[in-house]
C-alpha cells in the first residue's frame, strides 16, 4: 500500500474513542480463512462482513520472532533501528523509539495496556488507567496493584509450561493468589473450564497440551474488569494461545502442506486443539466488539506476522537449561546472575552490570560439542541482559557430554549436560513458524474501505495509522 493509501486508508477508518488493539499473535489469513468457513455463523465471520481488512507484512531482519515484530508495529520502526530481538531484553536501545502507549500517555490520553511484549515494567509516571505487563515479566507488579494476583498465577504457569507441560502444583501461595481472582473479574464460567481442563488432564495426559490455552479467557476476564472499571481511551490486550496452538498442531489443519512427507495428517484432537484455541479468540472478539459499539469506539484486531508450514528434519530431542546456578557455576562464572523467563530454546540472564554480562557471556561461549562447535546458535548481549540461543548438536543429543574450550581452541574439561544444568527434553517438534505477513481487521470506523480489502501494509505504517485515528476521534 502506497503512502496516498495509506492517508486515505486513514481518512476512512477515522473513528470515536476508545480504540481497543486485540492482539492475536502470528495468527494468518489462511488460519482465518479456514475457520470462518468451519464456523460461518462465527463473531470472526460477522466482524469481518463489516471492517476494513489489510494483510500486514514485516521486514525486520534476522529470523523473525514476536518479541521483535510486535515492537516494529508498537514503534513504528523495523528492528535494525529499535534493536530489540529478545525477551526480556535491556531495551535501553530502543529509548528513542517510545511505544505508542507511552505517547499516548504523556500526550494526555487514558491509556490500558495488558499484556503486550516488551511493556515490562510498569512505569512510575501513574499516568495509565491500568498497566499489565507481559507475561515473560522479570516481576509481578501492576498497575493498580489489585491486578498482582493474576499476575503472579500468570508468570507462575509461563515457568511452570516454558517448554513441556508439568503437573499442576498447588501450594499456599497460589491459593492465596486464587482466592482473589474473583474480585478481579474472573468469571465463574471461566473457573469451570479450568476446573475442566484440569480433570481432562488427569484421565488423558495429552489435554496437557491444551493447558496453556487456558490463560486467555483468565487474562481476558481480568482485561475486561480493568476496561469497564476505567474506561481507558486506547488500550491493548495480547494472547498467544492460538500462535502455540498453530506452532504445534499446523500439520493437522493443512494436511495437505504435508501430503509429500508420507506421514499421517490425521489426528481430531491435535486439529481441535487449534479449532478450540481459535473458539476462544472469537468468544472474546464478540465481547470487545460489543465493549467498542457500547462506548462508540472501534476494535483493531493485529497479528504483527503470520505462520506457515514447517518442515523439519526428523526429531531427536532437544536441550533445555533447567539449573542457571549450575551453568554458571559450570562455565566458572562467581557474579550475580539473574534468569528471566523466556521462550524455549531461548534463554535470558540479567546481571548488575555490563562488565558482569560480558564476563558470563565470554565465559558460555566457550562451551561447545566435541567437533568445538558453540552448543548456542545465539549468543548476545545488550546493555546488562544476555541471550542464549540453546541448540540441539547431535553429538551433545547421543553423547550428553559437552566440551569446555580455552582460548586456544583446546577442550580443557569434559562435562555431562546434568553438570552444566542442561537436560534432554521432547515435545512436539512443531509444524507451523513464522512467516512475514499478518491480519489486521478494523472494525468500527465511520466507512468501510471497499476497494482496500486485505491490501497489503508496512507493520511500520500501523503506529501512524492508530495515532491518527486516536488524535482525531
Given at each position: 500500500?502506497?503512502?496516498?493509501?495509506?492517508?486515505?486508508?486513514?481518512?476512512?477508518?477515522?473513528?470515536?474513542?476508545?480504540?481497543?488493539?486485540?492482539?492475536?499473535?502470528?495468527?494468518?489469513?489462511?488460519?482465518?480463512?479456514?475457520?470462518?468457513?468451519?464456523?460461518?455463523?462465527?463473531?470472526?465471520?460477522?466482524?469481518?462482513?463489516?471492517?476494513?481488512?489489510?494483510?500486514?507484512?514485516?521486514?525486520?531482519?534476522?529470523?523473525?520472532?514476536?518479541?521483535?515484530?510486535?515492537?516494529?508495529?508498537?514503534?513504528?520502526?523495523?528492528?535494525?533501528?529499535?534493536?530489540?530481538?529478545?525477551?526480556?531484553?535491556?531495551?535501553?536501545?530502543?529509548?528513542?523509539?517510545?511505544?505508542?502507549?507511552?505517547?499516548?500517555?504523556?500526550?494526555?490520553?487514558?491509556?490500558?495496556?495488558?499484556?503486550?511484549?516488551?511493556?515490562?515494567?510498569?512505569?512510575?509516571?501513574?499516568?495509565?488507567?491500568?498497566?499489565?505487563?507481559?507475561?515473560?515479566?522479570?516481576?509481578?507488579?501492576?498497575?493498580?496493584?489489585?491486578?498482582?494476583?493474576?499476575?503472579?498465577?500468570?508468570?507462575?504457569?509461563?515457568?511452570?509450561?516454558?517448554?513441556?507441560?508439568?503437573?499442576?502444583?498447588?501450594d499456599g501461595s497460589v491459593i492465596s493468589d486464587a482466592?482473589?481472582?474473583?474480585?478481579?473479574?474472573?468469571?465463574?464460567?471461566?473457573?469451570?473450564?479450568?476446573?475442566?481442563?484440569?480433570?481432562?488432564?488427569?484421565?488423558?495426559?495429552?489435554?496437557?497440551?491444551?493447558?496453556?490455552?487456558?490463560?486467555?479467557?483468565?487474562?481476558?476476564?481480568?482485561?475486561?474488569?480493568?476496561?469497564?472499571?476505567?474506561?481507558?481511551?486506547?488500550?491493548?490486550?495480547?494472547?498467544?494461545?492460538?500462535?502455540?496452538?498453530?506452532?504445534?498442531?499446523?500439520?493437522?489443519?493443512?494436511?495437505?502442506?504435508?501430503?509429500?512427507?508420507?506421514?499421517?495428517?490425521?489426528?481430531?484432537?491435535?486439529?481441535?486443539?487449534?479449532?478450540?484455541?481459535?473458539?476462544i479468540a472469537d468468544r472474546q472478539i464478540g465481547m470487545?466488539?460489543?465493549?467498542?459499539?457500547?462506548?462508540?469506539?472501534?476494535?483493531?484486531?493485529?497479528?504483527?506476522?503470520?505462520?506457515?508450514?514447517?518442515?523439519?528434519?526428523?526429531?531427536?530431542?532437544?536441550?533445555?537449561?533447567?539449573?542457571?546456578?549450575?551453568?554458571?557455576?559450570?562455565?566458572?562464572?562467581?557474579?550475580?546472575?539473574?534468569?528471566?523467563?523466556?521462550?524455549?530454546?531461548d534463554f535470558n540472564f540479567e546481571f548488575e552490570s555490563?562488565?558482569?554480562?560480558?564476563?558470563?557471556?565470554?565465559?558460555?561461549?566457550?562451551?561447545?560439542?566435541?567437533?568445538?562447535?558453540?552448543?548456542?546458535?545465539?549468543?548476545?548481549?545488550?546493555?546488562?541482559?544476555?541471550?542464549?540461543?540453546?541448540?540441539?548438536?547431535?553429538?551433545?543429543?547421543?553423547?550428553?557430554?559437552?566440551?569446555?574450550?580455552?582460548?586456544?581452541?583446546?577442550?580443557?574439561?569434559?562435562?555431562?549436560?546434568?553438570?552444566?544444568?542442561?537436560?534432554?527434553?521432547?515435545?512436539?517438534?512443531?509444524?507451523?513458524?513464522?512467516?512475514?505477513?499478518?491480519?489486521?481487521?478494523?472494525?468500527?470506523?465511520?466507512?468501510?474501505?471497499?476497494?482496500?480489502?486485505?491490501?497489503?501494509?508496512?507493520?511500520?505504517?500501523?503506529?501512524?495509522?492508530?495515532?491518527?485515528?486516536?488524535?482525531?476521534?
Amino acid at each position: 500500500m502506497n503512502s496516498d493509501n495509506v492517508v486515505k486508508a486513514m481518512e476512512n477508518l477515522r473513528g470515536r474513542l476508545p480504540l481497543i488493539v486485540y492482539e492475536l499473535n502470528e495468527v494468518p489469513w489462511r488460519v482465518v480463512d479456514w475457520y470462518i468457513k468451519l464456523k460461518p455463523e462465527s463473531n470472526l465471520a460477522g466482524v469481518l462482513q463489516r471492517s476494513a481488512s489489510f494483510t500486514t507484512v514485516t521486514h525486520d531482519n534476522g529470523e523473525l520472532h514476536p518479541w521483535t515484530t510486535w515492537p516494529t508495529v508498537h514503534r513504528g520502526v523495523y528492528n535494525s533501528e529499535h534493536n530489540i530481538r529478545f525477551i526480556n531484553q535491556d531495551l535501553s536501545s530502543a529509548r528513542c523509539f517510545p511505544p505508542i502507549w507511552e505517547t499516548l500517555a504523556n500526550s494526555g490520553f487514558k491509556v490500558g495496556v495488558f499484556g503486550s511484549l516488551q511493556s515490562y515494567p510498569v512505569p512510575s509516571s501513574g499516568k495509565y488507567s491500568f498497566y499489565i505487563p507481559d507475561t515473560f515479566a522479570r516481576s509481578p507488579e501492576t498497575f493498580p496493584k489489585r491486578y498482582s494476583a493474576f499476575q503472579r498465577i500468570n508468570l507462575r504457569q509461563t515457568a511452570s509450561d516454558g517448554a513441556t507441560v508439568s503437573r499442576v502444583k498447588v501450594d499456599g501461595s497460589v491459593i492465596s493468589d486464587a482466592i482473589r481472582l474473583p474480585f478481579i473479574g474472573v468469571r465463574p464460567g471461566t473457573f469451570l473450564a479450568l476446573a475442566s481442563q484440569l480433570k481432562n488432564e488427569r484421565t488423558n495426559n495429552e489435554y496437557r497440551t491444551r493447558r496453556s490455552l487456558m490463560q486467555a479467557p483468565l487474562a481476558f476476564d481480568v482485561f475486561v474488569n480493568a476496561y469497564n472499571r476505567t474506561r481507558p481511551e486506547f488500550t491493548t490486550f495480547f494472547t498467544n494461545h492460538v500462535a502455540g496452538a498453530m506452532h504445534r498442531y499446523w500439520r493437522y489443519a493443512f494436511p495437505d502442506d504435508f501430503a509429500e512427507t508420507n506421514v499421517s495428517s490425521s489426528d481430531d484432537f491435535k486439529r481441535g486443539t487449534i479449532l478450540k484455541a481459535m473458539d476462544i479468540a472469537d468468544r472474546q472478539i464478540g465481547m470487545l466488539c460489543a465493549l467498542a459499539d457500547r462506548d462508540g469506539g472501534s476494535l483493531l484486531i493485529l497479528s504483527s506476522m503470520g505462520q506457515e508450514a514447517a518442515k523439519r528434519p526428523p526429531y531427536h530431542g532437544e536441550l533445555r537449561v533447567v539449573d542457571s546456578d549450575q551453568l554458571a557455576k559450570a562455565i566458572g562464572f562467581i557474579g550475580p546472575v539473574k534468569a528471566n523467563l523466556a521462550m524455549q530454546p531461548d534463554f535470558n540472564f540479567e546481571f548488575e552490570s555490563t562488565i558482569y554480562a560480558e564476563e558470563f557471556l565470554a565465559r558460555a561461549t566457550r562451551l561447545r560439542d566435541r567437533e568445538g562447535k558453540s552448543i548456542w546458535f545465539r549468543a548476545t548481549r545488550e546493555g546488562t541482559s544476555v541471550n542464549l540461543g540453546l541448540g540441539a548438536p547431535k553429538s551433545v543429543l547421543e553423547s550428553g557430554r559437552v566440551y569446555l574450550f580455552n582460548g586456544s581452541h583446546a577442550a580443557t574439561a569434559e562435562l555431562s549436560l546434568a553438570d552444566i544444568g542442561v537436560s534432554k527434553i521432547y515435545r512436539d517438534p512443531g509444524t507451523g513458524y513464522h512467516q512475514p505477513e499478518g491480519i489486521m481487521i478494523w472494525h468500527g470506523g465511520r466507512q468501510r474501505i471497499q476497494d482496500q480489502q486485505r491490501g497489503k501494509i508496512e507493520s511500520v505504517r500501523i503506529r501512524d495509522m492508530m495515532l491518527y485515528v486516536v488524535s482525531r476521534a
